[in-house]
T-cell receptor
Framework: NAGVTQTPKFRVLKTGQSMTLLCAQD?????MYWYRQDPGMGLRLIHY???????AKGEVPDGYNVSRLKKQNFLLGLESAAPSQTSVYFC????????????FGPGTRLTVL | AQSVTQLDSHVSVSEGTPVLLRCNYS??????LFWYVQHPNKGLQLLLK??????LVKGINGFEAEFKKSETSFHLTKPSAHMSDAAEYFC???????????FGSGTQLTVLP
């Protein structure tokens, strides 16, 4: 099993550009999450999904959109990138109601110039 | 609502001496609590978790934590530090309808030779 994978690993954008981060899991997990990590802070929840076709806002959702068209994939989109979105992004998944342990991907380092 | 406070942003110990990383939590629910470790430029690895079973939880690499409800604490300990323990450690609480994780701001552990 690959677990949770993220694509790409690194990306540099200019202000105003758009991009999509892809998260994939092969554990048949119901719940998926997107977090961002900034220096001196723990991870903060951006958006999450409790099943295919459902999404919800987390703590810091502004400037991001998400989609969960397939159970195994969770996409994070930036429509118009801003320097404040420079961060490391982590995806995670969990079984859901039967277990709250989350499994994390390796992260995507995004720089917005 | 839930929150986590890690009482020390940096801890330095000598190799072979005990490690204590302190964490206090606040939760409206019966909490599930975790400790994660992050080595430089790496993803997050689960060290241990508390989910209302035994209050003393043993994790990987010789770490353990004790849940104390009266003190709302979940401190992480290890009897003897190793150089490979140098990393950032996050105390995390889980709660909410989607088992969202709330992270502390992290404690950077330095192990001196």
């Amino acid at each position: 099993n690959a677990g949770v994978t993220q694509t790409p690993k690194f990306r540099v954008l200019k202000t105003g550009q758009s991009m999509t981060l892809l998260c994939a899991q092969d554990m048949n997990h119901e719940y998926m999450y997107w977090y961002r990590q900034d220096p001196g802070m723990g991870l903060r929840l951006i958006h999450y999904s409790v099943g295919e076709g459902t999404t919800a806002k987390g703590e810091v959702p502004d400037g991001y959109n998400v989609s969960r068209l397939k159970k195994q994939n969770f996409l994070l989109g930036l429509e118009s990138a801003a320097p404040s979105q420079t961060s490391v992004y982590f995806c995670a998944s969990s079984q859901g109601y039967t277990s709250n342990e989350q499994f994390f991907g390796p992260g995507t380092r995004l720089t917005v110039l | 609502a839930q929150s986590v406070t890690q009482l020390d942003s940096h801890v330095s110990v000598s190799e072979g001496t005990p490690v204590l990383l302190r964490c206090n939590y606040s939760s409206s629910y019966s909490p599930s609590l975790f400790w994660y470790v992050q080595h430089p430029n790496k993803g997050l690895q689960l060290l241990l978790k508390y989910t209302s079973a035994a209050t003393l939880v043993k994790g990987i690499n010789g770490f353990e934590a004790e849940f104390k409800k009266s003190e709302t604490s979940f401190h992480l300990t290890k009897p003897s530090a190793h150089m490979s323990d140098a990393a950032e450690y996050f105390c995390v609480v889980s709660g909410g309808s989607a088992r969202q994780l709330t992270f502390g701001s992290g404690t950077q552990l330095t192990v001196l030779p």
